[in-house]
């Protein structure tokens, strides 16, 4: 199912490194808002970083993908010492297939990690990578989102803590 995410979370920090080595998962590629920050924070929430450095020290590969534009996303991917894909087309797969091929591993040791079923979710299945879906970390008012945080409601998983 396109809607389906392959793992659920509550948020990135839950994510052990014991639960990526178990499903095979090498690298991770990331969703910059309400995934790692709030809606145009330039600075994660001090769990979010402490969890960045973790993975970082244990040599965990990561990238980030955003479908911001490469002046929302350099200055927040800079400050982590993360490579980027700015413009990621979400969910088509431009910005995945360019991060695998950054991260040179195959599409089966690469899962992404995104708060929205129609971008992240759906962008990991058109592409062929596991989706880690994480809650977000604050809902957006825009009208756009809004309109967008709606219509993914009924497809939303149950709070599970990582399960299959």
């Not at 199912?1 to 839950?14: A, C, E, G, N, R």
């Not at 639960?19 to 309400?34: Q, S, T, V």
Request: positive net charge.
């Amino acid at each position: 199912m396109l809607h389906k995410p392959d793992y659920v979370f509550d948020s990135i920090s839950d994510i052990s490194l014991d639960f990526l080595n178990n499903e095979g998962i090498k690298a991770l590629i990331l969703d910059l808002d309400n995934t790692l920050t709030t809606h145009n924070n330039p600075i994660p929430k001090p769990e979010i970083k402490a969890w960045l450095e973790s993975m970082r020290a244990k040599d965990l590969p990561m990238i980030i993908v955003s479908n911001n534009h490469y002046e929302r996303v350099r200055p927040f991917a800079e400050a982590l010492g993360l490579p980027f894909v700015p413009d990621g087309r979400k969910p088509l797969s431009y910005g995945y297939n360019e991060a695998c091929k950054r991260l040179g591993l195959s599409k089966s040791e690469i899962a992404a990690v995104g708060d929205q079923i129609f971008t992240d979710v759906w962008g990991c299945k058109l592409t062929g990578i596991r989706s880690i879906f994480t809650y977000p970390i604050e809902y957006e008012t825009g009208f756009w989102f809004r309109v967008k945080r709606f219509l993914e409601k009924p497809l939303l998983p149950k709070r599970k803590g990582g399960s299959k």
